[in-house]
């Protein structure tokens, strides 16, 4: 019987997966027909814009109809918290993808739908997160006044996060998948399994949009996925946190490290060069280590090879701290430390990288002259 339902569990996620998938392939159809799925025209042309065609940018919807037929795939002793979960995450995926489909929904009022949705969250399930391992706030996150607004502070913070990484090809939902099969691995060994076949099926559902996304962007996630899945994942460390006391809250931050440290950069970039923390701009890492590649390795005009190849560059990156949080997620100074490393290797890499590439070019074009 075991054997049966592990059958089972893995059958449903192949279902999820090609769910998925074909629900992008039927967008990527339509999109010639329906222009609205590929948003507005001056889309291609935003700061942030990374590329050169427009491409349907509804690939959430995929990810969040899959979602949704993943309730009926839960164990039943958690269905009904889960339909919950996702029914607070379609105010922010109304929101996100309002924005996709070219209705002009603000950063402000994504921000705002964030906070409405994890209120939602709280509201259901009586809870907020209980602990961060800082000494002397852990002693009043028990109180609604600090522990609610760390809470919202935490899950749009995340949201934004993998909204912020999405501007290559793969990238984000990398990011996810590897938040949410590390994070299954984290509550199996914490001893909270309900966890695990949520984060495993939302792995499966993104590793089907993975499959159009990457290399080529034949579909784009979108606000209304990317913020849905930030918002779930933190959803899912949180409640790992609230009901397995030897989980780290540093190793789940370790799990999602790469969104949350490129969104902590671009925050301190933008308020240091005093802008506002949601202006957007060309200086993520990803954007610049695809305009590295195009200037100094491939060429200008070779961006359809360069997107998926900072995803490929980036990945060790991506991976390397979240399996650092599986190996430390019962030992909160390891973890800490850890994300203290990880924090000065992305800082470092990111300050110096260029000029290292710009002089190591400058040195083999010398060697060429001589030789």
């Known amino acids: 019987m075991e054997h049966l339902g592990i059958n089972m569990f893995f059958w449903h996620n192949y279902v999820l997966i090609f769910l998925s998938f074909f629900i992008c392939t039927i ?3 339509l999109a010639p027909r329906a222009p609205r799925l590929a948003g507005q025209d001056d889309h291609t042309c935003a700061v942030q814009s990374m590329h050169v065609r427009r491409t349907a940018r509804v690939g959430g919807l995929a990810i969040f109809l899959s979602i949704v037929v993943s309730i009926f795939f839960a164990p039943d002793a958690i269905a009904g918290p889960y339909a919950y979960l996702i029914l607070a995450s379609l105010i922010l995926f109304l929101a996100g993808i309002f924005e996709d489909l070219g209705f002009g929904v603000s950063p402000r009022d994504r921000l705002i739908a964030t906070a409405v949705a994890s209120l939602a969250v709280m509201f259901f399930f009586k809870l907020w997160l209980p602990r961060v391992e800082i000494p002397g706030l852990d002693m009043v996150m028990w109180h609604w006044a600090v522990g609610i607004p760390v809470t919202l502070l935490i899950t749009a913070g995340v949201a934004n996060a993998f909204n912020m990484v999405d501007g290559v090809n793969g990238l984000s939902s990398l990011s996810a998948m590897t938040a949410a099969l590390t994070l299954a691995y984290i509550a199996q060994k914490s001893g ?17 949009f993975f499959l159009l996304n990457y290399p080529f962007g034949l579909i784009f996630l979108g606000d209304g996925g990317a913020y ?24 789940i931050v370790l799990t999602m490290f790469w969104p949350i440290a ?3 950069l671009s925050i301190y970039r ?6 506002a923390t949601t202006a957007p701009d060309r200086l993520h890492a990803h954007q610049m280590v695809m305009r590295t590649l195009e200037i100094h390795f491939l060429g200008r005009g070779r961006r359809g090879l360069a997107n998926p190849l900072t995803t490929l560059i980036l990945a060790p990156f991506v991976i390397a701290p ?20 990880f924090s000065v290797v ?13 002089k190591l070019k400058r040195r083999v074009r010398l060697i060429t002259i001589h030789s």
């Open 27 to 29: 967008l990527i159809a």
């Open 270 to 275: 933008r308020s240091k060069r005093k802008k």
């Open 228 to 251: 849905v899945l930030g918002f779930i994942l933190s959803w899912l460390g949180i409640f790992i946190i609230a009901n397995a006391p030897e989980a780290s809250p540093w190793a």
């Open 346 to 358: 992305f800082v470092l890499s990111y300050t110096y990288a260029r000029p290292i590439v710009r």
């Open 262 to 264: 490129d969104m902590v």
């Open 192 to 208: 909270y399994a309900d966890i695990v076949p949520l984060a495993i099926m939302l792995a499966s559902i993104v590793l089907g």
């Open 322 to 341: 979240a399996l650092t949080g599986v190996l430390f997620w019962d030992q909160p100074r390891a973890a800490f430390l850890a994300v203290v490393f």
